[in-house]
């Protein structure tokens, strides 16, 4: 079974996603705890890391630099209600990009597509580049 953790500061967005994701069958851990997400990575060890780009008073975009920084490649899908990032993601280090939707269609398949590429034989930890998606941004 594959893990995904969340990081979202809104608990509404955390629990849809939670559910939705269980529903397809995924191991789901979410959180809003930015000092505590290092160490969720380590105890949880997911295989894709789904992440906000604006997590409350910190932004989502330092916290994957320093992911980054660490040398943790794992597959990183950066999640905003916002499409300006969606040009910026391969420069921040992000593999894909999803924008936040009440239809979570694209993220589902964007986490497909992040799981096709591990099972094709790609080393779990190694960079990837792939064609980043945007959905339409509820408001």
């Keep these: 079974m594959y893990k995904i953790l969340f990081m979202d500061d809104d608990y509404a967005i955390r629990f849809l996603y939670q559910s939705e994701l269980e529903d397809e069958g995924y191991s789901v851990m979410t959180t809003n705890d930015v000092k505590g997400l290092f160490s969720h990575i380590k105890d949880f060890k997911p295989d894709v890391l789904l992440l906000d780009v604006r997590c409350g008073e910190t932004s989502g975009l330092n916290i994957l630099k320093e992911i980054r920084s660490k040398n943790r490649n794992m ?41 096709e590429n591990l099972m094709e034989g790609e080393d779990r930890y190694s960079p990837r580049h792939h064609e980043h998606h945007s959905a339409t941004p509820y408001a």
């Design 75 to 115: 597959p990183v899908i950066l999640c905003s209600a916002y499409d300006s990032f969606l040009h910026d993601t391969k420069d921040m280090g992000a593999d894909y990009y999803v924008a936040k939707s009440i239809d979570l269609t694209e993220l589902k398949s964007t986490i497909k597509t992040a799981f």
